[in-house]
Protein backbone atom coordinates (compact mmCIF):
# COMPACT_ATOMS: atom_id res chain seq x y z
CA UNK A 1 0.00 0.00 0.00
CA UNK A 2 2.87 2.55 0.92
CA UNK A 3 4.15 1.81 -2.60
CA UNK A 4 0.72 2.94 -4.17
CA UNK A 5 0.39 5.84 -2.25
CA UNK A 6 4.20 7.01 -2.41
CA UNK A 7 3.96 6.50 -6.61
CA UNK A 8 1.00 8.69 -6.90
CA UNK A 9 2.56 11.50 -5.02
CA UNK A 10 5.04 11.67 -7.82
CA UNK A 11 2.65 12.75 -10.00
CA UNK A 12 1.39 15.84 -7.84
CA UNK A 13 1.51 19.16 -9.64
CA UNK A 14 3.72 20.84 -7.74
CA UNK A 15 4.62 24.70 -8.73
CA UNK A 16 7.74 27.13 -7.84
CA UNK A 17 5.65 28.87 -5.49
CA UNK A 18 6.59 26.78 -2.74
CA UNK A 19 9.01 24.03 -1.69
CA UNK A 20 7.62 21.02 0.28
CA UNK A 21 9.35 17.65 1.98
CA UNK A 22 7.64 14.19 2.55
CA UNK A 23 8.07 12.99 5.87
CA UNK A 24 7.72 8.91 6.29
CA UNK A 25 7.65 7.61 10.47
CA UNK A 26 8.40 4.35 10.26
CA UNK A 27 7.23 3.00 13.73
CA UNK A 28 8.55 -0.63 13.92
CA UNK A 29 7.33 -2.14 11.02
CA UNK A 30 8.99 -5.31 10.08
CA UNK A 31 8.40 -5.51 6.37
CA UNK A 32 10.61 -4.40 3.53
CA UNK A 33 9.15 -0.20 4.60
CA UNK A 34 12.34 1.05 4.36
CA UNK A 35 13.17 -0.60 0.93
CA UNK A 36 10.00 0.97 -0.57
CA UNK A 37 10.75 4.04 0.91
CA UNK A 38 14.36 3.72 -0.98
CA UNK A 39 12.61 3.24 -4.19
CA UNK A 40 11.63 7.18 -4.14
CA UNK A 41 14.35 8.94 -2.74
CA UNK A 42 15.10 10.20 -6.42
CA UNK A 43 11.39 11.08 -7.06
CA UNK A 44 10.69 12.73 -4.34
CA UNK A 45 11.48 15.07 -1.27
CA UNK A 46 11.16 12.43 0.84
CA UNK A 47 13.00 11.69 4.27
CA UNK A 48 12.35 8.66 6.46
CA UNK A 49 12.52 8.48 10.14
CA UNK A 50 12.13 5.73 12.76
CA UNK A 51 9.94 5.75 15.93
CA UNK A 52 10.73 3.15 18.21
CA UNK A 53 7.71 4.19 20.76
CA UNK A 54 4.88 1.88 19.31
CA UNK A 55 1.81 4.07 18.80
CA UNK A 56 -0.19 6.40 16.55
CA UNK A 57 0.12 9.41 18.17
CA UNK A 58 3.92 8.79 19.19
CA UNK A 59 4.54 8.65 15.41
CA UNK A 60 2.69 11.56 14.44
CA UNK A 61 4.53 14.02 17.66
CA UNK A 62 7.48 12.80 15.87
CA UNK A 63 6.53 14.05 12.43
CA UNK A 64 5.91 17.13 13.99
CA UNK A 65 9.50 17.86 15.86
CA UNK A 66 11.04 16.65 12.73
CA UNK A 67 8.80 19.08 10.13
CA UNK A 68 10.58 22.37 8.94
CA UNK A 69 7.44 23.66 6.91
CA UNK A 70 5.09 26.11 7.86
CA UNK A 71 2.58 24.02 7.41
CA UNK A 72 1.87 20.56 8.37
CA UNK A 73 -0.26 18.38 5.75
CA UNK A 74 -1.10 15.12 7.26
CA UNK A 75 -2.34 11.74 5.37
CA UNK A 76 -2.33 7.75 5.85
CA UNK A 77 0.10 5.10 4.02
CA UNK A 78 -3.14 3.60 2.51
CA UNK A 79 -4.14 7.11 0.62
CA UNK A 80 -4.05 7.68 -2.64
CA UNK A 81 -3.71 11.80 -3.25
CA UNK A 82 -5.51 13.84 -6.34
CA UNK A 83 -2.87 15.59 -8.38
CA UNK A 84 -3.59 19.25 -7.28
CA UNK A 85 -3.70 18.48 -3.27
CA UNK A 86 -0.87 20.34 -2.33
CA UNK A 87 -1.22 23.16 -4.40
CA UNK A 88 -5.26 23.48 -3.40
CA UNK A 89 -4.12 23.32 0.40
CA UNK A 90 -1.25 26.05 -0.71
CA UNK A 91 -3.94 27.84 -2.49
CA UNK A 92 -6.08 27.90 0.86
CA UNK A 93 -3.46 28.52 3.15
CA UNK A 94 -2.41 31.70 1.02
CA UNK A 95 -5.88 33.00 1.15
CA UNK A 96 -6.72 32.47 4.63
CA UNK A 97 -2.80 32.54 6.20
CA UNK A 98 -4.74 33.48 9.91
CA UNK A 99 -6.78 30.07 9.80
CA UNK A 100 -5.35 27.06 12.05
CA UNK A 101 -6.38 24.11 10.20
CA UNK A 102 -7.73 22.64 6.99
CA UNK A 103 -9.37 19.83 5.90
CA UNK A 104 -10.08 17.97 2.35
CA UNK A 105 -12.30 15.07 0.78
CA UNK A 106 -11.62 11.59 1.31
CA UNK A 107 -13.44 9.12 -0.74
CA UNK A 108 -13.43 5.25 0.17
CA UNK A 109 -12.35 3.27 -2.53
CA UNK A 110 -12.78 -0.37 -2.12
CA UNK A 111 -10.65 -3.17 -3.62
CA UNK A 112 -11.98 -6.35 -5.45
CA UNK A 113 -14.50 -7.36 -4.79
CA UNK A 114 -15.91 -4.12 -3.85
CA UNK A 115 -18.03 -2.83 -1.72
CA UNK A 116 -20.28 -5.79 -0.11
CA UNK A 117 -24.27 -5.37 -0.54
CA UNK A 118 -24.76 -5.10 3.44
CA UNK A 119 -22.25 -2.41 3.52
CA UNK A 120 -23.63 -0.42 0.77
CA UNK A 121 -27.09 -0.62 2.51
CA UNK A 122 -25.56 0.68 5.77
CA UNK A 123 -23.24 3.33 4.33
CA UNK A 124 -24.22 6.52 6.58
CA UNK A 125 -23.82 3.84 9.65
CA UNK A 126 -20.43 2.51 8.49
CA UNK A 127 -18.34 5.62 6.89
CA UNK A 128 -16.71 6.39 9.74
CA UNK A 129 -15.34 3.04 9.58
CA UNK A 130 -13.52 4.03 6.42
CA UNK A 131 -12.94 7.47 7.00
CA UNK A 132 -15.86 9.04 4.61
CA UNK A 133 -15.67 12.49 4.82
CA UNK A 134 -17.02 15.09 2.08
CA UNK A 135 -19.05 18.72 3.03
CA UNK A 136 -19.35 19.70 -0.41
CA UNK A 137 -18.38 21.59 -3.07
CA UNK A 138 -17.69 24.82 -1.51
CA UNK A 139 -14.93 26.24 1.07
CA UNK A 140 -17.06 26.24 4.22
CA UNK A 141 -15.91 27.24 7.36
CA UNK A 142 -14.91 24.14 9.89
CA UNK A 143 -14.99 24.41 13.68
CA UNK A 144 -15.38 22.08 16.63
CA UNK A 145 -18.52 20.49 15.49
CA UNK A 146 -17.43 20.26 11.28
CA UNK A 147 -14.10 18.73 11.49
CA UNK A 148 -11.91 17.02 8.97
CA UNK A 149 -10.62 13.47 9.22
CA UNK A 150 -7.11 12.08 9.87
CA UNK A 151 -6.38 10.90 6.44
CA UNK A 152 -6.27 14.38 4.69
CA UNK A 153 -6.11 17.26 6.94
CA UNK A 154 -3.30 20.50 7.26
CA UNK A 155 -2.29 22.81 10.61
CA UNK A 156 -0.54 26.25 11.28
CA UNK A 157 3.09 24.38 12.30
CA UNK A 158 3.24 26.88 14.96
CA UNK A 159 -0.14 25.71 16.15
CA UNK A 160 0.31 21.89 15.70
CA UNK A 161 3.49 22.44 18.55
CA UNK A 162 1.49 23.54 20.92
CA UNK A 163 -1.36 20.58 20.14
CA UNK A 164 0.76 17.12 20.02
CA UNK A 165 -1.29 14.00 19.93
CA UNK A 166 -2.25 12.09 23.16
CA UNK A 167 -0.53 9.23 23.45
CA UNK A 168 -3.41 7.46 25.53
CA UNK A 169 -5.03 8.12 21.90
CA UNK A 170 -4.79 6.92 18.87
CA UNK A 171 -4.12 3.10 17.26
CA UNK A 172 -1.32 0.89 18.75
CA UNK A 173 0.10 -1.86 17.32
CA UNK A 174 -3.28 -4.11 15.70
CA UNK A 175 -5.72 -1.85 18.21
CA UNK A 176 -7.95 0.19 16.65
CA UNK A 177 -8.84 3.20 19.31
CA UNK A 178 -8.55 6.11 17.22
CA UNK A 179 -10.19 10.29 18.13
CA UNK A 180 -6.30 11.08 18.39
CA UNK A 181 -6.75 13.48 15.31
CA UNK A 182 -10.21 14.46 16.68
CA UNK A 183 -9.07 15.78 19.98
CA UNK A 184 -6.21 17.79 18.62
CA UNK A 185 -8.45 19.51 16.19
CA UNK A 186 -10.94 20.04 18.69
CA UNK A 187 -8.63 21.55 20.77
CA UNK A 188 -7.56 24.04 18.34
CA UNK A 189 -10.59 24.55 17.01
CA UNK A 190 -11.40 25.88 21.02
CA UNK A 191 -8.74 27.66 21.36
CA UNK A 192 -7.28 29.10 18.54
CA UNK A 193 -10.41 29.81 16.22
CA UNK A 194 -11.30 29.03 12.25
CA UNK A 195 -10.34 26.17 9.82
CA UNK A 196 -11.55 26.05 5.99
CA UNK A 197 -12.87 23.03 4.32
CA UNK A 198 -10.66 22.65 1.40
CA UNK A 199 -13.03 21.03 -1.47
CA UNK A 200 -10.21 20.86 -4.03
CA UNK A 201 -7.89 18.34 -2.09
CA UNK A 202 -9.11 15.10 -2.28
CA UNK A 203 -7.58 12.13 -1.48
CA UNK A 204 -8.83 8.09 -1.92
CA UNK A 205 -8.61 6.22 0.98
CA UNK A 206 -8.12 2.12 -0.29
CA UNK A 207 -9.97 -0.33 1.73
CA UNK A 208 -8.50 -3.80 1.11
CA UNK A 209 -10.83 -6.63 1.21
CA UNK A 210 -9.82 -7.68 4.90
CA UNK A 211 -11.46 -4.80 5.65
CA UNK A 212 -14.67 -4.67 3.71
CA UNK A 213 -15.81 -7.15 6.68
CA UNK A 214 -18.13 -7.01 9.61
CA UNK A 215 -15.31 -8.76 11.97
CA UNK A 216 -13.56 -4.71 11.06
CA UNK A 217 -16.70 -2.96 11.72
CA UNK A 218 -17.41 -4.52 14.90
CA UNK A 219 -13.33 -3.66 16.00
CA UNK A 220 -13.33 -0.20 14.95
CA UNK A 221 -16.54 0.26 17.23
CA UNK A 222 -14.42 -1.78 19.74
CA UNK A 223 -12.02 1.06 19.34
CA UNK A 224 -14.28 4.04 19.46
CA UNK A 225 -15.96 2.53 22.39
CA UNK A 226 -12.01 2.68 24.72
CA UNK A 227 -11.72 6.40 23.03
CA UNK A 228 -15.04 6.69 25.08
CA UNK A 229 -14.05 5.97 28.03
CA UNK A 230 -10.66 7.51 27.88
CA UNK A 231 -12.02 10.86 26.79
CA UNK A 232 -15.06 10.50 29.65
CA UNK A 233 -17.89 10.37 27.11
CA UNK A 234 -19.12 7.22 28.75
CA UNK A 235 -21.24 6.71 31.72
CA UNK A 236 -21.78 3.38 31.70
CA UNK A 237 -20.33 0.92 34.50
CA UNK A 238 -17.68 -1.68 33.90
CA UNK A 239 -20.79 -4.20 34.48
CA UNK A 240 -23.29 -2.27 32.51
CA UNK A 241 -20.75 -2.06 29.74
CA UNK A 242 -20.44 -5.87 30.03
CA UNK A 243 -24.18 -7.06 30.07
CA UNK A 244 -25.19 -4.67 26.78
CA UNK A 245 -22.15 -5.72 25.37
CA UNK A 246 -23.55 -9.53 25.40
CA UNK A 247 -26.84 -8.45 24.63
CA UNK A 248 -26.00 -6.73 21.58
CA UNK A 249 -24.02 -9.49 20.21
CA UNK A 250 -27.03 -11.96 21.12
CA UNK A 251 -29.29 -9.98 19.09
CA UNK A 252 -26.79 -9.22 16.48
CA UNK A 253 -26.22 -12.68 16.28
CA UNK A 254 -29.93 -13.95 16.07
CA UNK A 255 -31.32 -11.53 13.84
CA UNK A 256 -28.18 -11.58 11.47
CA UNK A 257 -30.07 -13.75 8.32
CA UNK A 258 -33.29 -12.87 9.30
CA UNK A 259 -33.42 -9.24 9.35
CA UNK A 260 -32.51 -6.08 7.11
CA UNK A 261 -28.87 -4.95 7.43
CA UNK A 262 -29.91 -1.76 8.29
CA UNK A 263 -31.45 -3.50 12.05
CA UNK A 264 -28.60 -6.12 12.81
CA UNK A 265 -25.61 -3.64 11.57
CA UNK A 266 -27.02 -1.39 14.89
CA UNK A 267 -26.92 -4.27 16.84
CA UNK A 268 -22.98 -5.18 15.35
CA UNK A 269 -22.08 -1.52 16.24
CA UNK A 270 -23.43 -1.02 19.97
CA UNK A 271 -21.70 -4.32 20.53
CA UNK A 272 -18.41 -2.95 19.65
CA UNK A 273 -18.74 0.14 21.54
CA UNK A 274 -19.74 -1.68 24.44
CA UNK A 275 -17.60 -4.29 24.21
CA UNK A 276 -15.12 -1.29 24.04
CA UNK A 277 -15.95 0.49 26.87
CA UNK A 278 -15.81 -2.79 28.68
CA UNK A 279 -12.59 -3.78 27.80
CA UNK A 280 -11.41 0.03 28.39
CA UNK A 281 -13.02 0.17 31.82
CA UNK A 282 -11.42 -3.20 33.05
CA UNK A 283 -8.04 -1.72 32.43
CA UNK A 284 -8.62 1.14 34.32
CA UNK A 285 -9.88 -1.07 37.74
CA UNK A 286 -6.80 -3.34 37.05
CA UNK A 287 -4.47 -0.25 36.68
CA UNK A 288 -5.94 1.57 39.78
CA UNK A 289 -5.37 -1.66 41.94
CA UNK A 290 -1.83 -1.75 40.64
CA UNK A 291 -1.34 2.17 41.79
CA UNK A 292 -3.09 1.27 45.21
CA UNK A 293 -0.95 -1.36 46.24
Request: hydrophobic share 35%; net charge neutral; proline share 2%.
Given at each position: ??????????????????????????????????????????ALPIRAV??????????????????TGDYIVWTDNDVLVCTRWLSAYFDAFTAEPDLAFFGGVIEPVFDPPGRPDWLAATWEKCKPVYAARDLGPMPVELNESRLPYGANFA????????????????RVSSA????DETQVLRQIARSCGKGRWVP???????????????????????????????LNKSCKTRVAAFLDSVWQSLLYRI???????????????????????????????????????
Open positions: MLQRTLQRLCDLEVDARYTWELIVVDNNSTDNTAQVIDRFVDHESKQGHSRSRNRAIAEAIRSDIQRKHLFDPSLGMMGEDAKVQHIVPADRATERYVRSYFIGQGMANVAKRNCTDPDEWVSHLICSGLSWGEYFALTARRRNGKRESV
